[in-house]
């Protein structure tokens, strides 16, 4: 059974482990060579009907909406459009107004949930474009739209999503950067800063897995408590929702994220001494903000585990454990700062005796209502 699993116990810390390699196939053949330009044939609006966008919708089901939340932050900063971002389960239920100056993006592992299915039906009926990021070829919601980008993660078996998240994250940051290079909004040099840190990525995040041990240890600790808070702001937040995820699924540990300004309305109370909050900081605009958060949840006695940016100075003094990011491009740094989430998620469950790949209730892909 190992063998099936490349020598690792379980196929979510294969595929935890197979992400740089997830990553490279993900951006290959999609960066010009002189690293300025995006090209994604498989799009097909031309960039007059880009220019002519009043909205992106960015719909999608569990750790993929939460893609699309850093999908939401990048299309808007990078091309000047506004988005919408749902779960797709409630987005027909706002009878979304769309039509053919939308651009209507369901995205999706598995390409067969019903919920996303059911979305993507809507935005059709409703005369939205309609593209869908997708990893498994000629599925469902690959077929119904009218434009597929794939992400090349590969087979992911574990319930637990890992690695198509994180190629996700790179098809978002290509859309939006192509989104922006077609409206006019963002120019080479721009583009240029950004393609650089994504073809970074997949040796960068071979760094964040060499912090693995020590992830392990803290895990350890983590595993002994019923409730942990995630705080972030702006992108940190975006990351912070599918780290509390990924450790609900699979260690059945209650955990919940917070955007870190808005803990003062009423988490804040839930904070004592002893309760662990997974704080990230990875985005330096708003670092000075979150340091003052982590102090806040540390002079109520909570045991504060960090992501920060190498060579952070300050983050450090704050936090009982950090786990270091190598620096990029704020924008690309979901990427990296979910992994020691993962392996947090994995190890807590790992200690706790559950079956990793196969939580209780859940299923890997949901093909009803
Ligand atoms: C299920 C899986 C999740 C996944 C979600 C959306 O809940 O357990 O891991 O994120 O469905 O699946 P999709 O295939 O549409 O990305």
């Known amino acids: 059974a190992r063998a099936e699993k490349g020598g690792y116990a379980h196929f979510m810390l294969k595929e935890i482990h197979e992400q740089p390699q997830a990553l490279r196939d993900t951006l290959r053949g999609r960066l010009s060579p002189d690293g300025r330009r995006v090209t994604l044939p498989e799009v097909g609006l031309t960039p007059e009907e880009v220019r002519r966008l009043r909205k992106v919708a960015l719909v999608a089901c569990g750790t993929a909406s939460h893609a699309g939340l850093v999908g939401r932050y990048l299309i808007e900063r ?36 019903a919920d996303t299915l059911a979305a993507l039906r809507e935005a059709r009926a409703k005369g939205a474009k309609v593209l869908a990021i997708v990893n498994v070829v000629g599925s469902s919601i690959a077929r119904e739209a009218d434009w597929a980008l ?61 912090q693995e041990a020590e992830v392990q240890r803290v895990a350890s600790d983590l595993a002994r408590h019923d409730d942990v808070f995630f705080i972030g702001r702006g992108l940190d937040y975006a990351v912070a929702l599918e780290g ?58 909570a045991a504060v585990i960090a992501v920060a940016l190498e060579g952070d100075e300050q983050v450090p003094r704050h936090a009982d454990t950090v786990f270091t990011i190598p620096r990029t491009d704020p924008l690309v740094a979901p990427a990296l700062a979910v992994i020691p989430l993962q392996l947090l998620a994995y190890y807590a469950a790992v200690l706790r005796g559950h079956d990793v790949d196969r939580p209780r209730n859940l299923a890997k892909s949901v093909t009803v209502e």
């Open 150 to 210: 794939h992400t090349w993660a590969g087979p992911e078996i574990a319930v637990a999503s890992t690695k198509a998240y994180t190629t996700q994250l790179v098809a978002v940051t290509l859309l939006a950067v192509w989104l922006g290079q077609a409206a006019g909004r963002l120019d080479e040099d721009g583009a240029a800063r950004i393609l650089a840190a994504l073809r970074d990525l997949p040796a960068q995040a071979e760094q964040v897995l060499a």
């Open 244 to 301: 509390q995820l990924k450790l609900k699924e699979i260690s059945y540990i209650h955990a919940e994220a917070y955007p870190a300004g808005e803990l003062k309305h009423g988490t804040l109370a839930l904070i004592t001494k002893g309760v662990p909050v997974v704080a990230l900081s990875t985005q330096p605009a708003l670092a000075p903000k979150t340091l003052s958060n982590i102090q806040e949840v540390r002079a109520r006695g």
């Open 78 to 113: 990078l091309a000047g459009i506004p988005v919408e971002w749902d779960v797709a389960s409630e987005y027909r239920y706002r009878d979304p107004m769309l039509g053919p100056d939308s651009l209507f993006v369901a995205i999706s592992q598995s390409g067969e949930t």
